[in-house]
């Protein structure tokens, strides 16, 4: 008997691990919730994974077989599954932060300690750290070198879903309530989780919106982007089923339309550079990438701060983008980057206030992701934004929201504003602002004056005349 241990990989077909552990008996698919793990979840990311769960419970159940599931810390009970179900060997999919290769590396002794056997292999990425690096062999700090190199190298296709005769015949405990798990119901809509919701979203994706993606995905209010991020987060979709899909489409196209299957598929490939920089340097969670930003005095403002989550700052596109996330746990990737700006560069604010408000409240928080986003909009990061580049939240509104679409959407005070009242909204007089939306906060800051502040703050840090 094999145990197969999910983690982030809830799905059944094009799962590595499980796919090895079928391959050698029969297997017996097991889930723990993770005290540490729930300890730094927010309620969406909760909801989402209780869904795929009960969906992937439902594969299993199809084919005369169940989910398992236990509570507690995984170094106690993964073992002790394995005894229960007297599994020879425990296989797992890696996991690349380094709080989850701490506790996996305990589960491996506490398993050496029984006599059970057990196996990790990659999965959630093509290509595993330490397989693309610089010619001198380490790892890249600049992306689109790591890109040129991920690109070209062969990919996997899809592993299959292990057939019924390869699945133990077990009946696992009911799932817990969201409220066993501590969290109340989220406020935001959550997706559709499950392989289901996720092959759908997959397959829409690369019927249309993919052709035209290196055009409109800059566009907040065109929803042009695939919508996978929360798929791939928890794995209900494996990334070579979601490559091959991609593969097909560029057979489809060429010309721009070609360009544009490659543009979304480097955006992929982003993913898997910062999964290799966070294996590098697990110490980018809490400290920036680059130490000699360490120095940075960023402010203490804790109403500015609260503006900022509660999208209250009078700049209307970081103020759409904050609601978004409370509204649907998710956020543009434009918008991300403006609203991850102003925090650091506008209100002056350590990126690491940003990154837990985004962890408590994003679907698709992913470690890896979300603090190379915040680094590289802090200027802190590998192959960052510079810090002299400042991005103008009234310009960069105006670019990719001209009509104000997608900011009428979510800041309702300014419905009835045209788009050029709304973008020039910092600029107007207080007069002026009552009479074109009374009900909408003032900016809460002069972006010109702190854009200075930002760069001298990073100038004093890095000990520049
Ligand atoms: P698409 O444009 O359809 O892209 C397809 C997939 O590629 C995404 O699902 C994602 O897996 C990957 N991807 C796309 N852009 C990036 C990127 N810049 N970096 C890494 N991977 C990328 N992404 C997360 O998955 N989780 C996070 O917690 C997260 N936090 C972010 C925080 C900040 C401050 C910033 C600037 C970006 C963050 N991103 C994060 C990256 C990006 O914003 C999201 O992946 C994207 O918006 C998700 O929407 P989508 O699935 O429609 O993306």
């Keep these: 008997m094999q145990l197969h241990w999910h983690r982030r990989d809830l799905r059944a077909s094009d799962n590595r691990g499980l796919a090895a552990a079928a391959d050698a008996d029969e297997v017996v698919p097991a889930f723990v919730f993770d005290d540490d793990v729930l300890a730094h979840a927010g309620a969406a990311r909760v909801r989402f994974m209780l869904d795929a769960l009960a969906g992937l419970r439902e594969q299993y159940r199809e084919r005369g077989s169940d989910l398992v599931v236990a509570r507690g810390d995984p170094v106690e009970e993964i073992p002790r599954l394995a005894a229960a179900y007297d599994a020879e060997r425990v296989v797992w999919n890696q996991d690349y932060s380094g709080l989850a290769r701490t506790r996996d590396a305990a589960v491996r002794r506490a398993l050496d300690d029984a006599g059970v056997g057990r196996e990790s292999v990659h999965d959630a990425i093509h290509h595993q750290p330490g397989s693309i690096t610089t010619n001198a062999g ?39 309530g969201i409220g066993d798990l501590g969290f109340e119901e989220p406020t935001a809509e959550v997706p559709d989780a499950g392989t289901e919701a996720a092959r759908e979203r997959l ?48 057979a489809e196209a060429d010309g721009e339309e070609a360009e544009s299957v490659e543009e979304f598929q480097s955006q992929l490939a982003w993913r898997e550079f910062y999964a290799h920089v966070l294996y590098f340097n697990p110490e980018v969670v ?16 804790a109403a500015a701060l609260t503006a900022w989550k509660d999208g209250e700052t009078g700049y209307p596109i970081v103020d759409a983008g904050m609601r978004q996330l409370r509204a649907e746990a998710y956020m543009h990737n434009r918008v991300r980057m403006l609203v991850a700006s102003f925090l650091t560069k506008d209100l002056l604010l350590d990126w690491r206030e940003g990154y837990a408000h985004f962890r408590e409240h994003l679907a698709d928080h992913d470690t890896a992701n979300d603090n190379g986003g ?50 020039d909204w910092p600029e107007l007089s207080p007069t002026e602002r009552e009479s074109a939306a009374p009900d909408y906060v003032a900016p809460i800051v002069d972006h010109s004056e702190r854009r200075e502040a930002a760069i001298s703050m990073f100038e004093d840090a890095r000990g520049d005349d």
């Design 138 to 176: 380490d790892p890249y700090s600049v992306y689109t070198y790591f890109w040129k190199k991920w690109r070209d190298r062969e990919k996997a296709g899809p592993y299959p879903a292990p057939d019924a005769d390869s699945l133990a015949d077990v009946t696992g405990e009911d799932l817990p």
């Design 286 to 301: 809490t400290e920036n990438y680059k130490s000699y930003e360490n120095g940075i005095e960023w402010r203490d403002d």
């Design 374 to 423: 915040w680094q590289w909009a802090a200027s802190t990061g590998t192959d960052a934004q510079p810090y002299f580049r400042v991005f103008n939240p009234a310009t960069q509104g105006e670019r990719y929201d001209p009509e104000a679409t997608y900011i009428k959407e979510h800041v309702p005070e300014l419905r009835d504003a045209d788009p050029e009242t709304v973008h």
């Design 203 to 250: 397959s829409s994706f690369c019927a249309d919106a993919i052709y035209r993606y290196a055009e409109d995905r800059e566009y907040p209010e065109r929803d042009a982007t695939s919508r996978l991020s929360t798929d791939l987060k928890w794995g209900t979709v494996g990334v070579r089923e979601v490559y091959e899909a991609t593969e097909e489409a560029a």
